[in-house]
């Protein structure tokens, strides 16, 4: 399976394809496979981080299930904007908890904004170095700041 790493605010990401889709992004280094798909899937990461990009434009391989769901969902949830647990759970027909494991175990974060997913009454969690940490500075580099206040 092919795989890129590249340099970000947050350090090393590595994004990996089968298939002609992004199947995963994960944090630190890897290879170095320069696919067509790897370097356009950088080069929108950069203009991302760079704040010159609000969506990204890849072709995802979702997971079957509610996994799959819960991504599509959060892919629908525009820059700095953000949604709870709840708002999805009650939009797929799913439990609040199944909704957090979703965004938890999501294969591809920043592409698929698993930090734009709040909790009730808090945060939640994130699966990055950093935590909730890096979380809050997505939210912030989208301007999504004043709702964490």
């Not at 350090?11 to 002609?20: F, K």
């Not at 889709?21 to 798909?37: Q, V, Y």
């Not at 939640?124 to 909730?132: E, K, L």
Request: with cysteine; charged share 15%.
């Amino acid at each position: 399976m092919p795989e890129l790493t590249i340099q970000s605010p947050f350090g090393a990401l590595t994004l990996r394809e089968a298939d002609g889709r992004i199947t995963a992004l994960t944090w630190g280094a890897g290879g170095c496979e320069e696919t067509p798909l790897l370097v356009e899937a950088a080069r929108q990461l950069a203009a991302y981080f760079a704040g010159d990009r609000q969506a990204f434009d890849l072709p995802i391989a979702f997971r079957p299930g509610l996994q799959g769901e819960v991504m599509r969902a959060m892919m629908a949830i525009p820059f700095g904007e953000t949604r709870t647990y709840g708002d999805l759970a009650r939009d797929l027909g799913a439990p609040a908890q199944a909704i957090g494991q979703a965004c938890g175990g999501n294969p591809v974060p920043i592409i698929v904004p698993c930090h734009r997913i709040l909790g009730a009454a808090g945060l939640g969690g994130f699966s990055a170095p950093g935590g909730v940490e890096t979380k809050v500075a997505l939210l912030r580099h989208e301007g999504a700041a004043s709702l964490l206040l």
